[in-house]
């Protein structure tokens, strides 16, 4: 592990070489510069998933709420008319809670993710810009998310009726192609979000620990993110 570590340093100190952040990433040492880099990917997950998965942490934030997918939407003053408000709008409050119901399962893949940290990860993580560690995330724990998402929104989802309903309308009009293919079901679309607003949120948290690594209250993350201001 310390040799690999090693090797870690010395690519981020070559990669800098022609920078103004070159002494102070040299003077960094093996343990240092991982657990600083590690320590700010589980902050920035560890905070969105516990922004998000929890009651209204979708519903209440309108950062991230989920609307209606766009074809219901489109149709929603004919809904209306035929006495369905209700049910949109307990669609939209089922939607949203099992985003957040959802969300908790991307805290152990997103863990892993940083154990899984590459030599390449490490620089394109430190100079990437403000949002490198959230796609950093985003290419590692994407595709296995939404495994983990669908199947916990479906089980929210399938309660409502007008859930059922859409699905049943989109089978058949998807057809002939007009329907997104993120639409076609309102737990595929509602997966899509939910794995949206998680990327949204770490990319926040990113962005917070980059403009002050003091405030993130850990002395391993401040020493290397502080170097790069």
Same mark, same amino acid.
């Given at each position: ?31 240092? =510069? ?10 920035? =997950?560890?905070? =969105?998933?516990?922004?998000?998965? %929890?009651?209204?942490?979708?519903? &209440? &934030? ?9 074809? /219901?939407? %489109? ?12 049910? /949109? ?6 939607? &949203? ?6 969300? #908790? ?6 863990? !892993? ?10 620089? &394109? ?33 399938? %309660? ?7 699905? !049943? ?5 998807? %057809? ?36 002050? #690594? ?13 170097? /790069? !201001?």
């Amino acid at each position: 592990m310390k040799k690999y570590l090693f090797v870690i340093l010395m690519a981020l100190s070559a990669f800098f070489s022609y920078s103004d952040c070159e002494a102070g990433l040299s003077d960094l040492s093996n343990q240092e =510069a991982s657990v600083g880099l590690k320590a700010a990917l589980e902050k920035g =997950a560890g905070a =969105a998933v516990g922004q998000l998965g %929890k009651e209204g942490g979708f519903l &209440n &934030n309108e950062k991230v709420k989920i609307s209606l997918p766009s074809a /219901l939407e %489109k149709i929603r003053p004919v809904l209306q008319m035929a006495g369905k408000s209700a049910q /949109l709008d307990e669609l939209v409050v089922a939607m &949203n809670r099992a985003a957040e119901t959802a969300v #908790p399962k991307a805290k152990p893949l997103l863990l !892993n993710a940083v154990k899984s940290m590459t030599i390449s990860d490490a620089k &394109n993580i430190l100079t990437g810009g403000d949002t490198s560690v959230t796609e950093f995330f985003r290419q590692k724990t994407s595709a296995q998310l939404s495994k983990e998402f669908l199947p916990v929104v479906k089980g929210v989802t399938d %309660k409502s009726g007008l859930s059922s309903k859409y699905n !049943n309308v989109m089978a058949q009009v998807q %057809k002939f192609g007009v329907v997104k293919s993120q639409e076609s079901t309102v737990e595929g679309y509602v997966t899509e979000r939910a794995l949206d607003a998680l990327f949204v949120m770490i990319a926040e948290e990113e962005k917070a620990i980059r403009k002050d #690594p003091l405030g993130a209250g850990s002395k391993a993350i401040s020493k290397v993110f502080s170097l /790069l !201001n």
